[in-house]
């Protein structure tokens, strides 16, 4: 089943992440991660996004209030220029996904971005993760780089990049990774709500 063509159980609740809450969640966060994603995450990552942006971050929990889903993020300005939202994270226990699920925790995550005036949002995934480049591309984010062995494990990641504002993108060069000093010009696009 798709997970554009299908929608979440009513019986699930979407929750911003709330710092005081931490004692009930941050395990079960960590567990969910780390279970699927790449990178072998310390405490102190998650509270570093999580004491700062908990407002941007949004749990999934069942009838039974279990974590099932989560996506941490952040929003801070780029190198002096645009104020630019990150998705550090996002995860859905396997018997989940295929719901929704992960599509309107991103969707949440965006959204709020927005109500604090981002002006684009970035992140990497693994080139072999075709289920994560699907749901980032049905949503309006663009490949801007391949990360050649970005991740520890070795693989390669795209990064990706949502423009939210008009003219967003547009001329701005971005040297990294750059062996010729030449900028690499990045694609314009923007999105409407």
């Known amino acids: 089943m798709s ?3 299908s929608s979440a159980p009513p019986s699930l609740q979407y929750v911003q992440y709330e710092t005081n809450k931490e004692s ?5 966060i960590r567990q969910l991660i780390s279970k699927d994603l790449s990178e072998p995450y310390s405490i102190y990552v998650y509270r570093y996004f999580l004491y ?19 996506v941490v993020s952040k929003l801070e300005p780029h190198r002096g220029g645009p104020l630019r939202g990150y998705i550090a994270m996002l995860a859905v226990k396997e018997e989940h996904r295929g719901k ?3 599509t309107k925790l991103v969707r ?10 981002a002006e684009e ?16 591309e049905r949503l309006g984010f663009l490949r801007s780089k391949r990360l050649h062995r970005y991740y520890l494990n ?29 900028p690499q010009l990045l694609p314009s696009a923007s999105i409407t709500r």
């Open 154 to 182: 070795g693989n390669t990641a795209y990064r990706l990049v949502l423009y939210l504002k008009e003219g967003a993108g547009c001329a701005r060069t971005d040297f990294e990774g750059q062996d010729d000093g030449e």
């Open 52 to 70: 700062q942006w908990g407002e941007l971050c949004y749990l999934t929990l069942d009838e039974h209030d279990k974590l099932i889903g989560v």
């Open 108 to 117: 949440m995550a965006i959204d709020a971005m927005i109500e604090r005036d």
């Open 121 to 136: 949002v970035v992140l990497e995934t693994e080139v072999t993760n075709t289920a994560a480049m699907k749901l980032y």
């Open 100 to 102: 929704g699920i992960a």
């Open 24 to 28: 009930l969640y941050l395990t079960a």
């Open 3 to 5: 997970e554009a063509g």
